[in-house]
């Protein structure tokens, strides 16, 4: 007997939830859960972390994460302007800047950075500086692309009412473009800002001490001392503390853009 | 050794992630003749790399003391040594154990109390004892020598417990690889680093602005790791190993990594 085509689609529906949570329950029937719980969740071991992996782990992931940023975003800006700029020469230092930076691992930049300048120059930068310098000269080269795309994306009459209105170019990209520009672009500049607080990690490649281990450090020097998964699980845990109110930021900024037009 | 760590430990915890319900099923082998192996035909070698002279890749091949050793338990049970590079946090813990990456692990690692309770070693193979290594002409005796200054260690390796017992008032910096802590000092970012004398000795024949200013005698042993329980394998790296001692085939093994013959005080 044939069925209806609305009935069809909900048998086709219906047999797409049940493969789902089939393969959902095989899934979990099948994983060793004493095993894993004994590897990932032991509370003692958890219990140890606290509150050192608050006080210094976190602390210094978002500390890192926000040296990196605000360098970044200076920079970012200044690279934006450049890559828009009608004089040549400015478009193309900024152009190989931003392909050269987008197109090498951030790893390389922290080698580069951390023992390459030492060894060039016989003199040690300080680590936060190197942080700073690593995270945000990595994390410029994208916040240059999303400003630009930004700045542009300000309708051409804005800036020919500031002139009309007797402002001089400059006056006019500083007061009236770039505000709006960084509007739109506040979304996207979050994400960086999610990414950048990853790439944070990258720092355990310059050498550490105790008060400056951040949260992927902590967890994995933590996996060691305890031989357990657990460290790691929390320190992992501990990143969704702090990109997950950002992605919420996000989304509602999204939305008040949305709103606004 | 000491133990180095590693490089990120993701790849275990996806690898434990997936294989932890079928570790069961995800033994293969001949369990016919010999010890049961993870990988038919093969003895597979989990090492950290490189950490010469033990284990370092040339020419496209990983060669080294270790290597050497291993081949011979390998040729002993009629198979071939293929190695496995991991990082040092999934040998360390055992964790390559659990989810059946490897038979045993050769990788220049200290025999320690926290280590047995997470897998078997084979007999000492290996005497190690921790040195400081600086630039040339500084006149670091001991850790205490070093107050106030930085002393980087490499991550979960019995130089950095060695570090944390001894360097009070010392700044301790802790570094993810060999290479970067040596790199380190040689930069000067830090004051001194502390790791096993032969590691250290081998990299200042290369680097002859860098010196080895001491060595404490920390009583320690390289062992091979095996599964816990794997008894077959442990005693038949036993039996290796003590032949070869007797035949002077580990001497020669020796001799051609370390360019001396080892002393016979302390050796098991």
Redesign the interface.
């Known amino acids: 007997m044939p069925l209806s085509k609305r009935r069809r689609t909900r048998v086709i529906r219906g047999v797409q939830y049940g493969v789902l949570v089939v393969a959902v329950v095989a899934l979990a029937l099948?994983?060793?859960w004493h095993?894993?719980r004994t590897?990932f969740f032991d509370v003692e071991v958890a219990k140890a972390l606290f509150p050192d992996i608050i006080t210094t782990a976190l602390v210094n992931t978002v500390l890192y994460t926000l040296l990196g940023f605000g360098f970044g975003l200076a920079l970012g800006l200044v690279l934006a302007l450049m890559r828009l700029s009608s004089v040549p020469p400015y478009r193309w230092i900024a152009i190989t800047y931003i392909e050269f930076f987008r197109g090498v691992p951030a790893l390389l930049v922290f080698i580069a950075l951390?023992?390459g300048v030492?060894?060039a120059f016989?003199v040690?930068l300080d680590m936060n500086v190197t942080v700073m310098l690593s995270l945000g000269l990595v994390g410029a080269a994208y916040m240059a692309e999303t400003i630009r795309a930004g700045i542009q994306a300000v309708p051409k009459g804005q800036t020919e009412a500031a002139r009309s209105l007797g402002m001089s170019q400059g006056r006019a990209t500083v007061s009236i473009v770039i505000p709006q520009a960084f509007r739109i672009v506040l979304p996207p500049l979050t994400n960086e800002l999610i990414l950048l607080t990853k790439d944070s990690s990258l720092v355990?490649?310059l050498?550490?001490?105790?008060n400056q281990?951040e949260l992927a450090?902590f967890g994995?020097?933590a996996?060691?001392e305890h031989?357990?998964?657990t460290p790691?699980l929390i320190a992992g845990l501990c990143y969704l503390v702090i990109t997950l109110p950002l992605g919420q930021l996000v989304r509602r900024l999204e939305a008040r853009t949305a709103r606004a037009r | 050794m000491s133990a180095r760590?590693a490089l990120?430990?993701l790849s275990v915890?996806a690898a434990?992630?997936v294989l932890?319900?079928?570790?069961s099923t995800a033994a293969g082998g001949n369990k016919s003749s010999g010890p049961d192996l993870v990988s038919a035909g093969k003895l597979t070698t989990c090492t950290h790399l490189p950490y010469a002279p033990f284990q370092v890749k040339k020419g496209g091949a990983i060669v080294g003391f270790d290597v050497d050793l291993v081949d011979l338990v390998a040729k002993d049970m009629g198979v071939r040594q293929e190695i496995v590079n991991t990082p040092f946090?999934g040998i360390?813990?055992?964790?390559d154990f659990?989810i059946r990456k490897c038979d045993l692990a050769a990788a220049g690692m200290t025999i320690t109390p926290?280590r047995k309770?997470?897998m078997d070693f084979s007999d000492p193979y290996f005497n190690a004892t921790q040195a400081l290594l600086t630039k040339k002409g500084r006149p670091v005796k001991k850790v205490e020598d070093l107050k106030g200054k930085?002393l980087?260690y490499q991550?979960?390796t019995t130089g950095g417990i060695y570090a944390k017992a001894h360097g009070k008032g010392v700044?301790?910096?802790?570094?993810?690889d060999l290479g970067?802590?040596l790199?380190?000092v040689?930069?000067?970012?830090?004051d001194a680093g502390i790791n096993d004398n032969g590691v250290l000795f081998d990299y200042v024949k290369k680097n002859p602005d860098t010196a080895v200013t001491a060595e404490f005698n920390t009583g320690e042993h390289y062992g091979i790791g095996v599964r816990t329980g794997n008894d077959v394998l442990r005693k038949r790296i036993d039996a290796v190993l003590k032949k070869a001692k007797s035949d002077g085939r580990y001497d020669r093994i020796y001799k051609k990594w370390f360019g001396t013959t080892p002393q016979t005080t302390g050796r098991s």
Do not use: I, M
């Open positions: 099948v994983a060793d095993q894993l590897a951390g023992f030492p060894l016989q040690a355990y490649l050498g550490l001490s105790l281990f450090n994995r020097d996996l060691n031989k357990s998964l790691v | 760590s990120p430990v915890l434990v992630a932890a319900g079928c570790t946090e360390e813990t055992g964790q659990t926290a309770k997470v930085k980087g991550k979960a700044e301790l910096v802790e570094f993810e970067l802590l790199t380190a040689k930069s000067g970012q830090v």
